[in-house]
């Protein structure tokens, strides 16, 4: 009959848009870098190995490449009242460049300094993980607690490596590490392949999670294989 429209059911018109949305390309999100906060002590016991320390720390971009990517934040300490921070790095190339103009100073330690930042950043915006670097403390353990406490509430776990066996900083880093559910390990001048192990495995963790650091510590074993370990014990 003239002047009349023919409507499409609602049935026609569904499968009509379904047919549509099957040619628009799908969008996948990019995964989002993991953030992890690289704290050293650059006091002048830590000279010896510090050369090394530069070129392994670099190498966990590569790591985490593959697992969504990495931001890194480089903090250090030295002298007498000397911390810096680093703006957010995105490769290895940039953190390089970054350690390079960094020369160990003697001085005390400043591990409380590095606990209110990471304080800081985190609550600004999320930050995955703390590797904490050093060989001695010289501070009141009980504070460094206080602030290791605030880190694990805020749902930050901090890996902390220990150069060498000095016991009054054994006993504030496994504090710091077991208060944050993160994990504890020693290394010496002469295990440059373990603390390689070690900042690989943190990095899987930061950028893919627990799952990613269980796949990394099956894969490589040793080391990062007894960080896997404790950070899975309830």
């Known amino acids: 009959m003239a002047g009349n429209k023919l409507t499409r059911s609602p049935q026609s018109q569904v499968q009509s ?6 040619t628009v390309p799908a969008v996948i999100p990019k995964p989002s870098a993991g953030r992890l906060i690289f704290a050293l002590d650059a006091t002048a016991s830590r000279e010896p190995t510090w050369r090394t320390a530069r070129k392994l720390q670099s190498e966990m971009f590569d790591v985490a490449g ?4 990495l931001e890194l934040q480089l903090c250090y300490y030295r002298g007498l009242n000397e911390f810096r921070t680093t703006p957010w790095l995105t490769t290895s190339e940039a953190l390089k460049a970054e350690m390079a103009n960094v020369e160990c100073m003697g001085g ?18 999320k930050v995955g993980a703390l590797v904490l670097i050093g060989d001695c403390m010289e501070e009141n353990v009980d504070l460094l607690c206080r602030d290791a406490g605030q880190l694990g509430l805020l749902g930050l776990r901090a890996f902390v490596f220990q150069e060498g066996t000095d016991a009054a900083a054994e006993l504030a ?12 390990d020693q290394f010496d001048a002469g295990s440059a392949g373990k603390l390689r192990e070690l900042l690989g495995a943190v990095a899987a963790y930061t950028a893919g999670g627990l799952q990613a650091l269980n796949d990394y510590g099956r ?11 404790q950070l899975n014990r309830p």
Do not use: P
């Open 17 to 22: 848009f379904l047919e549509r949305l099957a």
């Open 66 to 69: 593959g697992l969504g990517g």
């Open 108 to 125: 005390y330690t400043q591990i409380t300094r590095v606990l209110e930042h990471v304080q800081a950043e985190t609550k600004r915006r």
């Open 173 to 184: 880093f496994r504090q710091i590490a077991q208060l944050t559910r993160g994990a504890y």
């Open 219 to 229: 894969r490589t074993g040793g080391a990062a294989r007894q960080l896997t370990d």
